[in-house]
């Protein structure tokens, strides 16, 4: 009986052990739910994904930042840094011949130089600050090919982001496919790991930080949601199915920069484009984390 007794209060104190907050261990809670986010998906009838970070306090926002989106032309950031990771600052002095063959729609900077070439400093000026997709496709052959930018972001922890193809075929966005997708959590991370974090040496990341910070393409993006005079660093990305992405960093003048990843697609091949859900949603990111 005495046993039986010990046995029954053992199994009583099993629910309250389990409830115990484990020493060390950060504290359970239920992700907050950002409501305008909601709002904002309504008024332009479309899918959004938000990751965002206040880097000084850790204070974040998650809406559907674990969800696929095509990445579209948000990559060319993302290999630039790997070009820079694999050679010696002396290797953007390289001069990489092209052809016809490999221009597109998007060559707006590699089609002025067909005769020349371009050197890959050139080439990553091309790719992120003007979006080029030839420039984008050429520093993808640099480093091997897409499978070795995958490879690239796995070795900085990133086991979401996969690549499998080039321009123009990844901008077709099509839904459900995951090839040549992410989720805005795990580009974000990379991207401030890249940018703001140690994976590139102090040279390195400069250099393509400045790239991001003259980017030509996002004045209807994070930056429109942002107030005038922050500094802001961004990599843009559109596609069809009315896909609209924006990844970027945005300095506070009195904090340590944000880290803002937003994507948005839509249900329609041909749905169009309407920037304002970036803008506003970057708008609601500098509200509640500043």
Request: aromatic fraction near 6%.
């Amino acid at each position: 009986m005495t046993a039986r007794r010990t046995l029954l209060k053992t199994f009583a104190l099993l629910p309250l052990a389990g409830c115990a907050a484990t020493p060390g261990a950060p504290p359970t809670s239920t992700p907050e739910r950002h409501d305008k986010l909601f709002e904002i998906e309504r008024k332009f009838d479309a899918r959004l994904g938000v990751f965002a970070v206040a880097t000084g306090s850790g204070a974040s926002i998650a809406h559907r930042a674990d969800e696929r989106f095509a990445f579209c032309s948000t990559f060319k950031g993302l290999a630039t840094a790997a070009v820079l990771h694999r050679n010696p600052m002396s290797h953007l002095d390289t001069v990489v011949r092209y052809t016809e063959a490999d221009l597109m729609k998007s060559s707006k900077i590699t089609g002025q130089n067909l005769a020349t070439g371009m050197t890959i400093r050139a080439l990553c000026d091309a790719a992120v600050r003007f979006s080029d997709g030839t420039a984008g496709n050429l520093l993808l052959r640099d480093i091997g090919g897409p499978a070795e930018l995958t490879a690239y972001l796995r070795g900085l922890g990133d086991t979401e982001t996969r690549m499998d193809r080039v321009e123009p075929a990844i901008v077709e966005a099509t839904p459900g496919d995951p090839r040549d997708t992410t989720t805005p959590r795990a580009i974000g991370t990379s991207y401030q790991r890249i940018v703001l974090g140690d994976a590139l040496p102090a040279d390195k990341r400069d250099f393509l930080r400045d790239l991001m910070e003259r980017n030509v393409t996002g004045a209807k993006r994070i930056r429109a949601g942002v107030p005038q005079g922050w500094r802001i660093a961004d990599k843009t990305g559109t596609g069809d199915y009315g896909t609209l992405n924006d990844i970027g960093f945005v300095w506070p003048p009195d904090s340590a920069p944000l880290l803002v990843a937003i994507m948005s697609s839509k249900s329609a091949a041909d749905a169009k484009y309407d920037e304002g859900v970036i803008a506003e949603a970057a708008a609601y990111v500098v509200e509640t984390l500043t």
